[in-house]
């Protein structure tokens, strides 16, 4: 059985803009203690500004961070010391290129299976884990892509730490990269979270983040939402 606090509203910056600062204005507008965050689209010094409105809030803690392959050691203790964050997820080096060596860190850090540059087996190893996209692992299973048979498999073997969850729209479009996909970052029907009755309760972590770009109100009525469906 899924509980409430599996899962965490996420300050979110997909769309790159002031979205995620009317996100972290919302933290004390909804008494909100927990949070997730996706600083995925900030270079430092907007990273930096994220740091300090968040430190004004009455945020207590942050457990689930993706993190930015360019985010150095003093980013990643700053949110371990100051919000108690337990876990990280980032990309395949396929994908993205890891400025710094986190090794320090990878008992702690988990991989996530992505739309391109998926990870290897061998890549999982030199980390906790995986990180399980949802959605990722749905748009492959709806395209009859070979990496869904393959994140299954890899999830009978390697430590599951944490999730992302986005919804799945019912018609494919193009993203940004071109890619044909279902998956996305914005949601207008609770509906669209229904495909996760296509996955077993063991897929679900103790850090399930909600990776929209929709409100931390919105994102609360999905996480009641998704426990109501899964239960």
């Not at 919302?26 to 203690?33: A, N, P």
């Not at 944490?162 to 279902?182: M, R, T, W």
């Amino acid at each position: 059985m899924l509980k409430q606090e599996q899962f965490l509203p996420a300050v979110t910056t997909t769309d790159g803009g002031t979205n995620w600062r009317e996100k972290i204005a919302e933290i004390d507008q909804l008494g909100l203690k927990r949070v997730a965050l996706f600083p995925t689209c900030l270079r430092k010094p907007q990273r930096e500004e994220m740091f300090s409105l968040l430190s004004r809030t009455g945020l207590e803690e942050i457990p689930f961070v993706h993190l930015r392959t360019d985010m150095d050691y003093s980013e990643v203790d700053w949110l371990r010391n100051k919000y108690r964050t337990q876990v990280f997820n980032f990309h395949s080096t396929k994908e993205h290129k890891h400025f710094f060596d986190y090794t320090p860190y990878k008992e702690i850090i988990y991989l996530e299976n992505v739309y391109s540059g998926n990870f290897t087996e061998e890549e999982i190893k030199q980390w906790a884990g995986i990180c399980l996209d949802f959605s990722h692992l749905e748009n492959y299973r709806l395209k009859n892509e070979p990496q869904y048979q393959f994140i299954l498999e890899m999830l009978e073997k390697y430590a599951l730490g944490c999730n992302h969850i986005s919804a799945i729209a019912q018609e494919p479009f193009v993203d940004n990269k071109g890619v044909l996909v279902y998956g996305a970052h914005h949601f207008t029907n609770l509906a669209e979270f229904d495909y996760l009755k296509n996955y077993p309760l063991e897929y679900f972590s103790n850090f399930v983040a909600i990776e929209v770009d929709n409100s931390l109100k919105e994102q609360v009525q999905v996480i009641d939402y998704i426990v109501n469906l899964m239960n």
